[in-house]
């Protein structure tokens, strides 16, 4: 709206379509969030339920706003929204693990919640429940923390093609592609972790429950096929 990006959109568009593992990425991406929308129609009875559909629609919301800025040539944009991805998905692997902690979120009051589960408290839950004594969550957390939503000296390569600093947005084809796989990875993340949790509730009798298990089959699917692609990010 306040730049046109119309052209780089286009270029970008034109990039992402001439790369097989790109468009993988998109595919991926797409069925998580057929998951995630389908399941938002299912009658789920509890405030508990609510405030998990109402995670799933943010992981919908900003995959959305980091896909569109992607394709726009905003690349810091849509790292930050990636760092979204990947903290509302330990909220929701959390919660899909330790099911009490919803009702203590959601009625927490603002000092409670900051204490309780700020990203740093997520990861260390997590990690301490798979007994992990390496925090891959933090690396990936913090890239994406540095990259995409402070003012960071590294985040330097997200908005200047060749290190040389640039007015707005561009078409890259690199920072497309790689980006294009962290959004789809971190959606998928956080996807599947939500149909954990989806699949231990009663989600009652109708129509709708097996049109939501047709699209986690599917879902599935991709994510297996993705896991031993031979496709190049190169190519």
């Known amino acids: 709206m306040l730049i046109d990006a119309s052209k780089v959109i286009g ?8 790369s097989s593992w790109a468009m993988e990425n998109v595919a991926l991406a797409n069925a998580a969030i057929d998951v995630l929308r389908s399941s938002c129609d299912l009658k789920l009875p509890s405030d ?9 629609i943010r992981l919908i919301n900003s995959a959305g706003a980091g896909g569109d800025a992607l394709v726009s040539g905003y690349y810091q944009p849509a790292a930050a929204q ?9 909220l929701i692997d959390l919660f899909r693990r330790q099911p009490q902690k919803i009702q203590e979120w959601r009625t927490s009051d603002h000092l409670a919640r900051k204490k309780n589960f700020s990203a740093f408290e997520l990861r260390k839950a997590l990690n301490r429940d798979d007994q992990l004594s390496e925090d891959k969550r933090a690396d990936a957390y913090q890239f994406f923390t540095s990259h995409g939503t402070h003012a960071d000296p590294d985040s330097i390569e997200l908005t200047s093609p060749n290190r040389m600093t640039a007015v707005g947005p561009f078409p890259d084809r690199d920072r497309l592609v790689g980006l294009s796989f962290d959004l789809a990875r971190y959606l998928a993340a956080g996807t ?13 009798i109708g129509p709708h429950v097996k049109v939501v298990a047709d699209y986690i089959n599917s879902f599935r699917g991709l994510c297996s096929e993705l896991a031993v692609r031979t496709t190049d990010p190169r190519g």
């Open 11 to 18: 270029c970008n568009k034109e990039l992402l379509q001439a």
């Open 48 to 56: 508990d339920h609510v405030t998990m559909l109402r995670l799933a």
């Open 82 to 90: 990636i760092r979204d991805l990947i903290e509302v998905g330990f």
């Open 192 to 204: 599947e972790y939500f149909v954990l949790w989806l699949l231990q509730q009663d989600t009652g």
